[in-house]
Each structure stands twice: as structure tokens, then as C-alpha cells.
């Protein structure tokens, strides 16, 4: 599931540097940034959640 996660940010960024995605606080290119730290955000939460049920 990570992984999957991982793709779907990256080409998000990807995206956003080409053409500003123009959601709020993505406004401009140099927005990117944000996207990746929702990534990391949403991966950790990820991890959390699948190594607390095993």
C-alpha cells in the first residue's frame, strides 16, 4: 500500500512542478514541497497502522 502511495505523491509532484494543480495552498509550482510532506505523513500513518495489527 505504501508503495502505491509513494507513486501516486511522486507523479503528483511531478504534476504540480509541470502545471500548478491550483488546490488550495498548490497554487504554485514551488508548492511542491507540501506534497511531500503529506507524503511522508501518510506513509509513517501507513506503517503505523500495519505494524500495530500484527
Known amino acids: 500500500m505504501s508503495k502505491a ?3 501516486v505523491i511522486v507523479a503528483m ?5 509541470i ?3 491550483g488546490l488550495p495552498g498548490l497554487r504554485h509550482r514551488r ?3 507540501k506534497l511531500a510532506v503529506v507524503a511522508l505523513g501518510a506513509i509513517s500513518l501507513t ?3 500495519s505494524h500495530g495489527q500484527g
Open 19 to 21: 502545471k500548478p494543480l
Open 13 to 17: 509532484m511531478v504534476i504540480q512542478i
Open 47 to 49: 506503517v503505523l497502522l
Open 31 to 33: 508548492d511542491f514541497w
Open 5 to 7: 502511495l509513494s507513486l
